[in-house]
């Protein structure tokens, strides 16, 4: 769904207004003063909406017209909070007139319209012929209003896409797509003025909203992990809010559950660890028997990872430890009568590949391709920080064993 307003030509729409006012003169001496919108999906209309200035910041939507085959779907009501937040930094109030029907009265009761006035016998003056809607006779006007003043809010509306940006770039998410998605959700909401600074460990965002009102954030992301799942949801949020099929509220929802959404199960993440190091190790040139024994000190150097996760240990520790681990493990297999002959070499490179962070390297030199040189220069180092680390782990672990009278080969 798209809504676009109709700025040339505007006569051409004047049948489809007629549905709802079928003052046909009348209507025709308006339409230069009035803004045209129409509500589009697959580049066919679905709702039609006529909205008129009044003084003093007010503003009345004039006519709004649903195709009859489109009803019920509720491209009225979402034409209709298209309206409320497109003028609420313009208008203070919002107007509807329409006839004593009750279907109508109910509708607009729905969008959070409230009784304003009546003005008796209105139909009956205006029309010289009598007018009917789902056969009931029209004969007052009932004016509802609806105030606009917390329609929109420019600080809800960036928290919400830096909370988006928040959990991307927590989760592996690139600085473009973290941009782009917070650029998405504002230009959504109306919020055209937004500059966006994205690290890969903190956002600052400066949004602007009328002539005056300038809100400026920052959000601290510190260097985490990678969940795939978790950036696919929030893509398809964005796409979500993007095509108007979901409010802010609603988005402000549904992120706070993608971000208690839980990791996979840790037994299928170690036995996923596993036959990374054994697969991969074999790959890389390790034999069979040696990949075999990668696997099982694949799966038992995960749950040190996932140790060290949920006790928030230091990147440093945990990945130094898990070095020793797998060059212990290692050796110790080495040592078994019934698994020889096997090689260090072949057993640690496949067991290596849970700790080597992939993913952030691969995005570091994405990031540095696409001129984002600190961001990536700041991850690249990272990754190559965790490298260091496991190549203590091992060498550390290395050299005690050579010390103590073990022969490394």
């Not at 990374?276 to 038992?300: D, K, Q």
């Amino acid at each position: 769904m798209r809504i676009q307003q109709v700025k040339d030509n505007k006569i051409q729409y004047l049948d489809l207004l007629q549905f709802a006012d079928p003052n046909e003169e009348a209507l025709e001496k308006e339409l230069d003063t009035m803004d045209l919108f129409l509500l589009k999906e697959d580049g066919v209309i679905k709702t039609i909406c006529a909205v008129r200035f009044r003084k003093n910041r007010k503003c009345e939507i004039l006519s709004i017209v649903t195709m009859e085959e489109a009803r019920g779907c509720g491209y009225g009501k979402y034409m209709v909070h298209y309206i409320c937040e497109h003028y609420s930094d313009r208008c203070d109030e919002l107007y509807v007139g329409i006839g004593n029907c009750r279907k109508l009265l109910g509708f607009f009761e729905k969008c959070g319209f409230s009784n304003s006035h009546i003005l008796a016998g209105y139909f009956l003056k205006k029309y010289k012929e009598p007018v009917y809607d789902d056969g009931i006779p029209l004969t007052d006007m009932v004016y509802f209003k609806k105030r606009l003043e917390a329609e929109i809010d420019i600080k809800k509306v960036v928290d919400v896409a830096l909370e988006a940006g928040r959990i991307l770039l927590k989760n592996g998410g690139e600085i473009f797509r973290v941009e782009e998605t917070m650029t998405r959700i504002c230009n959504r909401f109306h919020i055209d003025q937004v500059d966006i600074f994205t690290l890969s460990h903190a956002i600052f965002v400066t949004a602007k909203s009328g002539e005056e009102e300038v809100y400026t954030k920052v959000k601290n992301v510190p260097l985490s992990g990678t969940h795939l799942g978790i950036v696919a949801e929030v893509n398809s949020l964005s796409r979500a809010i993007s095509a108007g099929k979901m409010s802010l509220e609603e988005a402000q929802k549904r992120l706070k559950e993608i971000d208690k959404i839980e990791p996979i199960r840790p037994v299928v993440q170690i036995i996923g660890a596993g036959f990374a190091s054994g697969c991969l190790g074999y790959l890389l040139g390790a034999t069979a028997r040696e990949s075999v024994v990668a696997f099982f000190i694949g799966c038992i150097l995960y749950c040190w990872v996932l140790l060290a996760r949920r006790y928030h240990m230091s990147k440093i520790i945990s990945n130094i430890a898990g070095g020793v681990i797998i060059t212990g493990l290692a050796l110790a297999a080495r040592e078994v009568p019934w698994l020889a002959p096997v090689q260090l070499n072949g057993m640690i490179i496949g067991a290596l590949m849970p700790l080597v962070p992939g993913m952030a390297f691969v995005n570091s030199i994405r990031e540095i391709a696409d001129s984002d040189f600190l961001s990536g220069t700041v991850r690249m180092i990272d990754t190559l920080l965790v490298f260091v680390y496991i190549a203590i782990g091992v060498g550390l672990t290395l050299s005690i064993y050579h010390t103590l009278g073990g022969i490394v080969g």
